[in-house]
């Protein structure tokens, strides 16, 4: 299986080699692509060195999958050359996301929607991801109505820039700033660009990628999204309306049953999620659960999964497996 990582040497692609290994991932050569500025610098990955290549480069050797996280505009160039090249895409960026032609995936929800013939598959926003695998059993019983979630986003969806502002401004350090304030002792309620709606590309994604991934364009979905300073992973304060009432025991039951959830659910000795337990975890962690007095029907979470692993790296990697295993590749 020959495997090429596309922006090999940025935060993402970081992970996704060492999730590759730590899943042992069966990749029998592994091709490194980033810009033309890091072509000729060597990963290692399981005890060997690969030179980083360009784009055409990595067409030309001919790899089973590409695995892109090199931001939206090269995956927009470059995906459909892979692609024509018989070269299935897992794309990591929003360029293909609300393409009706492209699958939307999270594996333990809609993965068998996959088909040998679909070549650009698209990989959703990290706050999105952790979101839907917490109420996607919910939904399948429930049905839900309506979400209103608020994020609390680490610094690390940004990039290195941002983790770097981080570092300098708690070293009282001058330097290159990836927000338009400080980050560290604050809480930036702007993450990505702003739409003319007056929301965020951020909070916008968590509503079409939300209704695209659940199949469902009849719920509604409000968010705001808040950069804060953390580094181990997104949390969510998650409000979910839904059209048949539930018991709180058998909610606890379907989420303790839910593929890739974990509760953590237990007042009275203060465990909840947070992202110092959830950084470096592939797991999205739900908590916090409780019935919302103020109407019915109405359930509250708190949703924490690490942004980089399942909510990028881990996602697309898994996406790949199932490709494998179903013989897809």
Known sequence: MKVAVVGATGLVGQVMLKVLEERHFPVSELIPVASERSKGKLIHFKGTDYKVVGLQDAIDMKPN???FSAGGSTSTEWAPKFAEAGITVIDNSSAWRMDQSKKLVVPEINASQLTASDKIIANPNCSTIQMVVALAPLHKKYKIKRIVVSTYQSIT???????????????????EMAYPYPIHQNAIPHCDVFEDN?????????????????DDRTIAVTATAVRIPTAGGHSEAVNVEFYNDFDLSDVRQLLNNAEGVVVQDNIDVNTYPMPIYANGKDDVFVGRIRRDGSQPNTLNLWVVSDNLRKGAATNTIQIAEYLKINNLL
């Open 198 to 214: 007056g929301y965020t590309k951020e909070e916008m994604k968590l509503v079409r990628e939300t209704q695209k991934i659940l």
């Open 157 to 175: 969806g940004t990039g290195v820039k941002a983790v770097q502002q981080l570092e300098n401004e708690m070293a009282g350090v001058s330097g």
């Open 65 to 67: 999958v590409a695995l």
